[in-house]
């Protein structure tokens, strides 16, 4: 009988996946596959996540105790205000900055033809904005060599714009906008 019986259920089996088609049978393979990888992974991670939050529970309630233990940081004072202030290069020095930008232009082997200046107040602080307009002609690895040399070179001066053009894509030189500010000391003039 059980020989019997094993026979019907390879016979069921047979019409069963007949009926389905290949497509059938690849939607059970599929459906059991989703289900064996979420007994295997999803229930893990559902069990990691729990004693996650067990863990982030127990550190805020240590953690009220660490905060009123801490002692805030200090208000800065005006000494430090100052120090800060005095790093800034003073106006009188202006000169021998902007020379210091011509010879890392000319040491780059770049057109510097003319330059904008304008100088201008800060609206907060004690010190001066030099804005420095500087268009290069150039290769463009130079044009960015110059820049990163200038910037390592004068730590007050920052770079606010830096447009570059090249005329076609053959060309191997491009032309570039660069927009310095240099900050200075306010009252050192």
């Known amino acids: 009988m059980k020989k019997l019986d094993l026979y019907y259920f390879y016979w069921l089996l047979g019409r069963f996946a007949k009926a389905l088609n290949i497509w059938g049978l690849t939607g059970i393979v599929i459906t059991i596959g989703c289900l064996l990888f979420y007994i295997a ?3 893990k991670l559902g069990q990691q996540i729990t004693a996650a939050q067990y ?9 009220t105790e660490l905060v009123h ?3 805030l940081p200090a ?3 005006t000494q430090e205000i100052n120090e ?3 790093r800034f290069p003073a106006g009188a020095s202006l000169p021998k900055w902007l020379n210091s930008i011509e010879d ?3 040491k780059q082997h770049l057109i510097l033809n003319r330059g904008d200046y304008k100088l201008s107040q800060t609206k907060q602080g004690q010190l001066l904005r030099y804005e420095i307009v500087l268009p290069l002609v150039g290769k463009y690895t130079q044009v960015r060599q110059f820049v990163a040399e200038v ?3 004068l730590p007050a001066l920052a770079l606010s714009d830096l447009q570059i053009k090249r005329e076609n894509s053959l060309s191997p030189t491009v032309e570039a906008r660069l927009v310095f500010v240099l900050f200075l000391q306010g009252d050192s003039w």
């Open 104 to 106: 890392v232009a000319i």
């Open 41 to 43: 992974k999803i229930e």
């Open 84 to 86: 800060f202030y005095k």
């Open 69 to 71: 233990s801490q002692v």
């Open 55 to 63: 863990e982030l529970v127990h550190i805020k309630e240590n953690s």
């Open 75 to 77: 208000q800065t004072s």
């Open 151 to 153: 910037l390592l070179n």
